[in-house]
């Protein structure tokens, strides 16, 4: 009788314990996810879903061939892949680098270094973008000090459609090298001391204590910054709103930002959209996949 | 270089340990050197676009124009008057201030007493509903938002402040759920028996001996949810359009827009924007640091 009580009393708790989460999470995480996927392969143009005078019908995968033939679309992705790209061998080897010497180098003020680097990390990704644009523009601070050492030089940065993608570059890997710098910089921390002291005793030069010791104690965090990262780059939105808009002429254009247009600018087009989206859950996907294949190759002959 | 520098100092390479115990000493001191200047550099590189943007905020427009490099020569703040007032900043920040603390309290609250009841209650439903919200870690804004807007709008939730907290908090339960059940699992299991065996209810274990024992995570949680709520502008910039309920973010995008060459006003604005951020970041630098790197590495 006493068990029967404690089971019922039991499962009372965990059911009430479980519900808030669960009930938010499925109404607002995962049932959109489900309803976007379903959209994506529909004709839904708004409105009642239904009982609407134009019943809302499966048309399988038209949207996604609508997307594939845009050329917006391949241009967003180009941009996006050149955003994984920068992430992936600009930010978190840099972070590293910074991270490595202020551990190796036991630089006086670390605290002091520390708080800079990571300092740009904290700003809102809209204010970093508007500041970098006017930084870049014709008026700012760049056209001035480049014009002192080349007189007439005209500033296009932003302007020329087949570079203004680098600028937004350099802004990101400005902005988010500090992320890698701190998770890369905690890590070091955790390596024991008296291995590095005993490879050092043994005549490991540098570069051999990085290469046998550091790196490979360090070859899963690394797997989770390159996760991070191609997962942070196919969201990028904020910063290229606010810095370019996608301009000139949609050459800075993500998917992101060509999803977000095709929903809520101009005509909506809600199917088209999300194809888009679940095309980037899919691509997020299959990078994550591959960067864990490749781990396992490295890390199998590491050993 | 660093390298070439050592082999200079010290031919003897294949000597014997105290010879390289020596060296390890003298690499040292070039090390040092060369690292410190790469961290200075990047240092220098990392502020100098802020320090400008403060120094600017204090020049008029004309002067902007006119001094786009140096100091100012009168310092003009009136710059911050103006934007305070056109740009409703006082309201902005209340808004961002109110979105950021209930959704942090709610995320916490709701993750936490989820975790305790997978990590700590035996059910058969724990795989599925625990999974999903680990699947969920992984999810993008973008792949829910048309969704969302549609639905907020068939509710009437458009445009009112439940319709952008109530996504800030579904969004933020995946890591939160995920980073509160590892860490309840390491609570030991004997601690919550012996409270049962004395008679304590679930609820009350929950509130006396896990929520108090889970104070890191807690933390860490904390700090991860402040930042990306109050950084949020995708979501709440297709949810509100009415100018009371904005949050900063979206605030002062729509005022750079409207005011693109009136620099002065512009730059007191980014400054107003991006203030109360890094207050709270000065004030809890090694706090966010190490939740920052302990969420990521989880997550």
Avoid at chain 1, 102 to 131: D, E, M, W
Avoid at chain 2, 90 to 103: D, H, K, P
Avoid at chain 2, 210 to 232: D, G, H, Q, Y
Avoid at chain 2, 261 to 285: C, E, N
Wanted: glycine share 6%; net charge positive.
């Amino acid at each position: 009788m006493k068990m029967l009580r404690t089971r019922k009393e039991e499962r009372r708790a965990y059911l009430l314990l479980v519900l808030p989460a669960v009930l938010l999470y499925f109404a607002v995480v995962a049932f959109p996810m489900v309803f976007s996927i379903w959209m994506s392969v529909s004709d839904y143009s708004g409105g009642q879903i239904f009982g609407g005078s134009t019943p809302v019908k499966l048309i399988g995968f038209s949207n996604y061939s609508r997307m594939w033939n845009d050329k917006y679309f391949w241009i967003s992705l180009k941009n996006n892949v050149f955003i994984v790209l920068i992430s992936v061998f600009g930010q978190i080897p840099l972070g590293f680098v910074l991270a490595y010497a202020i551990n190796r180098g036991r630089v006086r003020a670390k605290g002091f270094y520390q708080t800079i680097i990571y300092l740009p990390c904290v700003i809102s990704s809209v204010i970093v973008g508007i500041l970098w644009q006017t930084i870049f523009s014709p008026y700012g601070p760049v056209t001035e000090l480049m014009q002192r050492s080349i007189p007439g030089w005209e500033n296009n940065l932003l302007s020329n459609p087949r570079t203004a993608i680098i600028p937004v570059l350099l802004v990101m890997l400005w902005m988010y090298t500090g992320t890698y710098f701190i998770i890369f910089l905690a890590n070091l921390q955790k390596i024991d001391q008296q291995v590095l002291e005993a490879a050092r005793i043994d005549g490991a030069t540098e570069g051999q204590t990085l290469r046998y010791v550091i790196l490979p104690a360090l070859s899963g965090v690394i797997v989770t910054s390159a996760i991070l990262a191609i997962s942070g780059s196919l969201k990028s939105f904020d910063l290229i709103y606010a810095m370019t808009g996608g301009n000139p002429a949609r050459r800075t254009s993500v998917l992101a930002l060509y999803m977000y247009d095709t929903a809520f600018r101009g005509a909506p087009n809600y199917p088209l959209a999300n194809a888009v989206s679940t095309f980037m859950m899919a691509f997020s996907f299959l990078l994550i996949i591959i960067t864990k294949l490749v781990e396992k190759r490295f890390g199998g002959r590491e050993e | 270089m660093n390298m070439v520098q050592q082999t200079i100092v010290d031919p003897s390479k294949k000597n014997k340990r105290r010879k390289s115990y020596l060296k390890s000493s003298e690499v040292g001191l070039f090390s040092r050197l060369f690292f410190g200047v790469v961290l200075t550099l990047f240092s220098v590189l990392s502020i100098m676009p802020l320090v400008w943007l403060a120094l600017s905020s204090f020049k008029t427009t004309q002067e902007f124009q006119m001094n786009r490099l140096g100091l100012p020569v009168n310092w003009f703040f009136k710059n911050y008057v103006f934007a305070w007032e056109i740009g409703n900043m006082g309201t902005l920040v209340l808004n961002s201030v109110f979105y950021t603390t209930i959704s942090t309290i709610a995320v916490v609250l709701f993750s936490m007493t989820a975790a305790f009841a997978f990590a700590k209650i035996k059910s058969k439903a724990t795989p599925f509903l625990y999974g999903s919200f680990v699947i969920g870690i992984l999810l993008t804004v973008q792949s829910i938002m048309v969704p969302l807007f549609l639905m907020a709008n068939l509710v009437d939730l458009l445009d009112t402040r439940l319709g952008v907290l109530i996504p800030y908090i579904g969004l933020g339960l995946p890591i939160g759920v995920y980073l509160c059940t590892e860490y309840v699992k390491s609570i030991h299991d004997s601690i919550i028996e012996s409270a049962r065996i004395d008679g304590a209810g679930y609820f009350k274990i929950f509130g006396r001996i896990v929520f108090p024992m889970a104070k890191p995570v807690i933390s860490t949680l904390s700090i991860l949810n402040v930042l990306s709520v109050w950084n949020e502008f995708m979501l709440i910039n297709i949810i509100v359009s009415r100018e009371s309920l904005k949050s900063l973010p979206v605030g002062i995008m729509k005022f750079s827009s409207a005011l693109t060459s009136d620099y002065g006003k512009q730059f007191a604005a980014l400054v107003i924007g991006l203030l109360p951020l890094l207050l709270f970041y000065l004030a809890f630098r090694n706090k966010i640091t190490e939740g920052v790197s302990a969420g990521a590495v989880k997550g």
